[in-house]
């Protein structure tokens, strides 16, 4: 028997149990791996308050690294030892060992620890294909980019000075500010204290940006539209704020024939080669570094509760990790 979190129904964090399992044997084309530690995204909260649904009772949690302890039949790129991590699902990364498919694992080199590895799956791989794929940014350009002081946009803010990107950081405090800055913003907005929308316009002698970043979802879809030049891209990867409101395809057209997208890192990372691909970039940005991964928290697994309420409560600045 392990431990793990299990949710029986939806709701506050108080829905996390943290529970004895039984882990078993991996299956044809899984394996079992022994977490050293898990990340935590905001996405968990999504799974846990019932916004993304999933079948109860469930677990949670998308991202992890350790050490693979048993292979089952048919899998041929792992072995018993291999460092290794994922993002993605199935949910269940909130555990001390766990059962899971194969094809989501990616080899870890030696030179990243389990700490950072587990800090960064999912956020480093969610930047590399917003900035490199999603909307491949060029040197030159200057990008909105929100929630800059956040786990995935420290590691933007990082990664988009590195392209040569001038970077305008949204925030929701001076510290977070500070940290923004730190990170490659070369101007940060205090959302709280100024119009963001009026700033990026002077910022940008009027003409917008040609892409937003936006996490932040529905307090500020429609100014980041009004942040963009023509035919500029709104991307929208999260709904911190709750989910975008419905809203007529004209606004696109009003405002300068914009671009809307909504992308997920599975549709990105959807092969084996577009996984390796993804995540050998990150590495190797990691490794150069050029893109320094900041986990600000760690808290133990039992303790997950505070963790979500810490995320929910906007407390929480670069990567947070759970240790089993």
Same mark, same amino acid.
């Given at each position: 028997?392990?431990?793990?979190?299990?949710?029986?129904?939806?709701?506050?964090?108080?829905?996390?149990? %943290?529970?004895?399992?039984?882990?078993?044997?991996?299956?044809? +084309? *899984?394996?079992?791996?022994? &977490? $050293? !530690?898990? /990340?935590?995204?905001?996405?968990?909260v999504?799974?846990?308050?019932?916004?993304?649904?999933?079948?109860?009772?469930?677990?949670?949690g998308?991202?992890?690294?350790?050490?693979?302890?048993?292979?089952?039949?048919?899998?041929?790129?792992?072995?018993?030892?291999?460092?290794?991590?994922?993002?993605?699902?199935?949910?269940?990364?909130?555990a001390?060992?766990?059962?899971?498919?194969?094809?989501?694992?990616?080899?870890?080199?030696?030179?990243?620890?389990?700490?950072?590895?587990?800090?960064?799956?999912?956020?480093?791989?969610?930047?590399? %294909?917003?900035?490199?794929?999603?909307?491949?940014?060029?040197? +030159? *350009?200057?990008?909105?980019? &929100? $929630? !800059?002081? /956040?786990?995935?946009?420290?590691?933007?803010?990082?990664?988009?000075?590195?392209?040569?990107?001038t970077?305008?950081?949204?925030?929701?405090?001076?510290?977070?500010?500070?940290?923004?800055?730190?990170?490659?913003?070369?101007?940060?907005?205090?959302?709280k204290?100024?119009?963001?929308v009026?700033?990026?316009?002077?910022?940008?002698n009027?003409?917008?940006?040609?892409?937003?970043?936006?996490?932040?979802?529905?307090?500020?879809?429609?100014?980041?539209?009004?942040?963009?030049?023509?035919?500029?891209?709104?991307?929208?990867?999260?709904?911190?704020?709750?989910?975008?409101?419905?809203?007529?395809?004209?606004?696109?057209?009003?405002?300068?024939s914009?671009?809307?997208?909504?992308?997920?890192?599975?549709?990105?990372?959807?092969?084996?080669e577009?996984?390796?691909?993804?995540?050998?970039?990150?590495?190797?940005?990691?490794?150069?570094?050029?893109?320094?991964?900041?986990?600000?928290?760690?808290?133990?697994?039992?303790?997950?509760?505070?963790?979500?309420?810490?995320?929910?409560?906007?407390?929480?600045?670069?990567?947070?990790?759970?240790?089993?």
């Open positions: 028997m392990t431990k793990a979190i299990r949710m029986f129904k939806t709701g506050g964090p108080e829905v996390m149990e %943290y529970v004895d399992v039984e882990v078993g044997d991996p299956g044809p +084309g *899984e394996v079992r791996i022994r &977490h $050293a !530690a898990v /990340g935590l995204n905001f996405i968990d999504y799974f846990r308050i019932g916004l993304y649904p999933q079948p109860l009772p469930s677990g949670l998308q991202e992890g690294a350790g050490t693979i302890e048993a292979v089952g039949a048919g899998v041929a790129d792992f072995k018993v030892g291999d460092r290794v991590a994922y993002a993605g699902r199935p949910n269940g990364a909130y001390e060992a766990r059962v899971m498919p194969a094809d989501i694992l990616v080899k870890l080199p030696d030179s990243i620890s389990f700490d950072t590895a587990a800090a960064m799956m999912l956020q480093g791989m969610t930047v590399q %294909y917003l900035l490199r794929q999603t909307y491949p940014l060029k040197g +030159g *350009e200057t990008i909105l980019l &929100h $929630a !800059a002081a /956040g786990g995935i946009g420290l590691i933007a803010s990082q990664w988009a000075r590195a392209l040569g990107v970077v305008i950081g949204t925030v929701s405090t001076d510290e977070k500010a500070a940290l923004a800055k730190a990170a490659g913003c070369t101007h940060v907005i205090n959302y204290t100024e119009n963001f009026e700033r990026v316009k002077e910022l940008t009027g003409k917008g940006v040609p892409v937003v970043y936006d996490s932040i979802g529905k307090d500020t879809f429609i100014g980041s539209l009004d942040c963009l030049s023509p035919r500029g891209m709104m991307v929208s990867f999260g709904n911190a704020s709750g989910p975008v409101s419905p809203f007529g395809v004209s606004e696109l057209a009003s405002r300068g914009l671009f809307l997208t909504r992308p997920s890192l599975g549709n990105y990372v959807a092969t084996r577009a996984l390796n691909a993804t995540a050998g970039d990150l590495f190797a940005m990691v490794e150069a570094k050029k893109v320094n991964i900041d986990i600000n928290q760690r808290y133990a697994l039992k303790d997950v509760g505070q963790a979500h309420a810490d995320l929910e409560a906007r407390k929480t600045t670069g990567s947070t990790i759970l240790i089993p």
